[in-house]
């Protein structure tokens, strides 16, 4: 019995996919937290990401072509958030000190009009903008790797940059434990918009620590992106099964053709600032992640951060306040900077940002309600995943890339075989509804065809005496603004390493609602006493945040440090 039974399984495999059998499934080492190099080091959320960022390094590349590698191995192993069906922003910084900001954030599809998500009363359709076919952008991940490749690679090989993707895809790879969690999570979201056969939908059970995540169509899109590069995704069979999947979405042509071949990703300036003799370089809009990061530390340099100590009263109260009033002109002056006249030099001007803190009380807590938008001078003329890479040049990349929610709309694109976004939802629905991270906006906002939905995402590197010192960000919706703010000055005022920095524990306030959210058991009891006494609402909740970062010492050592609230893993050359 027993061998015919084998034999018949065999058969039934070999019909099913001749895959399963001539190939092994790739193991998933364990996260390692802490990593030095004296050469090249790559931080991302997944070890076999981590790893296929290294084989390119080994093989010539640069830290451009490992991101490349890294985006898309991580669309492979970390389907929460890595993606080809999403988008992000890319901060780089050559080593002769040139800096580079690259927008492939995805865009509103031309059918995209304000008011989408609300009923006739002009109420927010609950959900609408947040799952499903219409909470999808435009996707620009596949464009922003061809336009880094094109401008800036060493290698000079696409195919080679794609391939540890399309073998992770392809022979499957063993699923972490955190893995098995989310996917088991989202179980009844992904049944409801795909069909059985998804390879993210366990037929039998729950997903476990260990099972073997296949994803054959997935390797096939990969393969014509490794063949054609843009055309190989906005064009061709991909664009067919693209739009095909789209026929369901309650909007009649919510994509179109035209939306797939216009999308294009931006190459934008910097913001920079200056912060204790180190300069810092960030994400410009669409992101509100360098204006808000460079708003915070200039709002907190006047101050003796140091001396208060980490997480003191004292350091925690400046911070909550200075958070409180970035967060209120995020939801009134931000948004995406060619539809909206965004006041970016007023909002940096160290002139406004005193005056911001004019009504800073060292003792008592501000309420919200006393705080709203500031007006700064008008213009002259917003799971998500983070990896840092920096290479043997000492060339340095910082990508903050993302579906949105984990797993984005829910929607896997049939016969493509890979996940849709939801940053629809990062839009303002209506002035002042809030968004799945509680975030308000306005007008600057508001959604419009072709338009970039507001980020926090806030890739950023600092340099120092013109020598790079440190690649850091992290995912976390409205999080990410504090979390990186947070992660650098444990380097920059408290002197911590980089990995007790990003072990650190971290607290957020975004103006409204009007909430100090700290993460459980990480602050000291004395220290909530005396921050509900000057007035603050303390509330704990989980982790914030997964800051992946690489610190370089003077003499150019490099620590690399993932996030143990993650799968995170550094490794150096
Ligand atoms: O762009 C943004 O700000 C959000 N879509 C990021 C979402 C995110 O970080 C989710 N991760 N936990």
Redesign the pocket.
Known sequence: MRPLATFLTLLLLLGCSQTLLLTTPIDTPTPVRTAYSEKAMVVSAHPLATQAGLKILEAGGNAYDAAVAVQFALAVVLPA?GNIGGGGFLVGRDDDGSTYALDYRETAPLAAHRDMYLDDDGQVIQGLSREGHLSAGVPGTVDGMVQLYDSLSALQRWDLLVQPAIDLAAQGFKITAAEAGGLNRLAERFRKYNPASCPLIKADGLWQEGDVLLQTELAETLQRISDEGREGFYGGLSAKYLLAEMKDAPIQEYFVRKDLNDYRAKWRTPIECNYRGYKVHSMPPPSSGGIALCQLLQLVEPYPLEDYGFQSAESMHLIIEAERRVYADRAEHLGDADFYPVPVDGLLDPAYLQQRMSDFDPERATSSTDISAGAPSPRES???THYSIVDTWGNAVSVTT?L??GYGSGVWVEGAGYLLNN?MD?FSAKPGAPNLYGLVGNEANSIAAGKRML???TPTVVSQDGALRMVVGT???ST?ITSVFQTMINVLDYDMTMSEAVQAGRFHHQWTPDKVFYERGKVSEDTLYVLGQMGHSVNHRGGIGRVDAILVGLGGELEGAADPRGDDHAQGL
């Open positions: 958030a917003e799971e998500t993302t949105n929610g940053e990062d980020s926090s995402m995912p976390g919706g990410i």
